[in-house]
């Protein structure tokens, strides 16, 4: 089965508009996604998913296919689900563009995950560290079963406690790595709209949930920092030079 991996970059963001094409230490964000999902796939698996031709042009310039896709898309896997359907392939694996430390390997161990596992959706998280805030917004709390099925992601610090004595040691954070198949990108896109709780939390892999599809949570490395807003940019330089160095 051939497995590829998909990578939505839309240029309209409400937090940061323009975002994929933030310059990183030298180089646009999205074309340092692309490069790290190269060195897991190899580049003729990757793909942009785009509505947008000032990112087309940087992608296609760096040597790296796009796909256009219209500026209607509801979320980035509705956008994903609609570039699914010009790729011939079996498995997607979606890689967020706002994740420039993205690891290889983790990639890999999505694929592989879904490969073995082709009826439940596969979703990465790591541990939430001790430099970030639990209570931030912008970082979506994961809930599992002990054996990692998901129960839920929310923005909220879950789960929750009565008694502090209870209160969790440590806390999961979604990995915005994720596996598909060509049929479930099919069904997320034909429901049509955001279902009340991905709408409530936007968190739009709640969706799968009201579709009745498994998820699966597959662990990650730590260290995994997305720019979701323009401070978080120095953070993610910082960590790029020291890998670079």
């Not at 596969?122 to 998901?150: A, C, M, R, Y």
Request: charged share 25%; net charge negative.
């Amino acid at each position: 089965m051939r497995s590829v991996v998909l990578i939505p970059a839309r240029y309209a963001s409400s937090r940061y508009p323009g975002k994929p094409l933030v310059n990183l230490i030298g180089k646009p964000m999205v074309i340092w996604v692309a490069e790290l999902s190269a060195q897991a796939v190899g580049a003729e698996h990757v793909y942009v998913a785009t509505d947008d031709h000032r990112i087309a042009d940087v992608v296609n310039a760096a040597g790296f296919q796009t796909v256009m896709t219209s500026p209607e898309a509801l979320t980035g896997t509705d956008r994903l689900a609609e570039a699914a359907e010009q790729i011939d392939a079996d498995v997607f694996i979606n890689v967020q563009g706002d994740e420039p430390l993205v690891m290889p390997e983790d990639i890999l161990r999505i694929r592989d995950a879904k490969l073995a596992d082709m009826g439940s959706v596969i979703n990465g998280f790591s541990w939430i560290s001790g430099q970030e805030d639990v209570h931030s917004v912008n970082i979506p709390k994961v809930i599992t079963t002990e054996n990692n099925q998901l129960i839920y992601i929310s923005r909220m610090a879950l789960p929750g406690f009565k008694d502090s004595k209870n209160a969790p040691q440590a806390y999961k954070k979604q990995v915005c790595i994720y596996g598909f198949s060509k049929p479930q990108l099919a069904a997320f896109k034909r429901f049509g709209r955001k279902s009340l709780l991905e709408k409530s939390e936007d968190i739009e892999i709640l969706r799968f949930l009201e579709l009745g599809v498994p998820i699966k949570m597959i662990e990650t490395r730590p260290g995994s920092l997305a720019v979701d807003v323009p401070e978080d940019v120095p953070g993610v330089e910082a960590v790029l030079r020291e890998r670079s160095s």
